[in-house]
């Protein structure tokens, strides 16, 4: 009885105000195969937005001071974050010990043969693969997904479908997007390019640490992903 009401409640919190793109919005009911995206940066923005922590709203982070664009419709995956679990698998397949996580949610690229206009959206993806990246010795994962039904990129399944000049794309993003003259430049490396199933993993793990982040969000998780 007690989770109905709940339910009632947060239905109509939903109704009345603006849900917090990270604990607010659900993961996906189909999480890990399909998952919810929340969209921070399209590649026509000239500086980096992300999400607020604290109030939820998107923030300007930085100007990009370099020509080097976003290739890709870049945020996060709600109600994940980047824990113990996340910097486990990491350590796994870097074969790297004293790895954490970044204590972010997780991010994720999204690609479409569409052109969407600006950012603070939501869109549902199908993760093909990732990037296994280390940001200053911490875990910073990249998801590679796929919008779902897009009539370009939505039959491939697994990172391996992608055009391999794509994947260097953005490869080079990452490993250059921090880059601003006379800045202390942290150590970003990609250690690996995985596929599907390492990526479900990945997926998964960042949503159990984010369960024990949050443990007094219970009400607002996917019910088969939070047993």
């Not at 009911?29 to 922590?53: G, L, N, Q, R």
């Not at 043969?113 to 010795?137: C, N, Q, R, V, Y």
């Not at 003259?181 to 390019?193: D, F, L, N, R």
Request: glycine share 8%; with cysteine; aromatic share 10%.
């Amino acid at each position: 009885m007690q989770r109905s009401v709940g339910d009632s409640i947060q239905r109509l919190m939903n109704l009345m105000f603006k849900a917090h793109p990270w604990h607010g919005v659900s993961i996906g009911e189909k999480a890990p195969d399909i998952v919810t995206a929340y969209i921070e940066i399209v590649p026509t923005d000239t500086v980096k937005y992300e999400v607020d922590k604290d109030s939820g709203f998107l923030k300007v982070d930085r100007p990009q001071r370099f020509s080097n664009f976003c290739p890709v419709y870049y945020g996060l995956v709600p109600q994940t974050y980047c824990g113990e679990r996340v910097a486990g698998l990491f350590s796994k397949r870097a074969k790297r010990k004293g790895m954490v996580g970044d204590g972010d949610p997780l991010d994720i690229c999204v690609l479409t043969e569409k052109t969407i206009p600006h950012s603070d959206i939501l869109l549902t993806a199908i993760p093909i693969g990732g990037f296994s990246m280390a940001d200053g010795g911490e875990a910073d994962d990249k998801i590679i997904a796929v919008m779902k039904e897009d009539a370009a990129y939505g039959t491939f399944t697994d990172i391996g479908d992608c055009p391999i000049t794509l994947i260097d794309r953005l490869q080079h993003y990452f490993l250059t997007y921090k880059q601003a003259p006379g800045a202390v430049q942290h150590k970003v490396e990609i250690t690996s390019v995985y596929g599907r199933e390492e990526a479900l993993k990945v997926i998964r793990a960042s949503h159990a640490d984010y369960r024990d982040k949050f443990p007094e969000l219970e009400s607002l998780w996917p019910k088969q992903m939070a047993t």
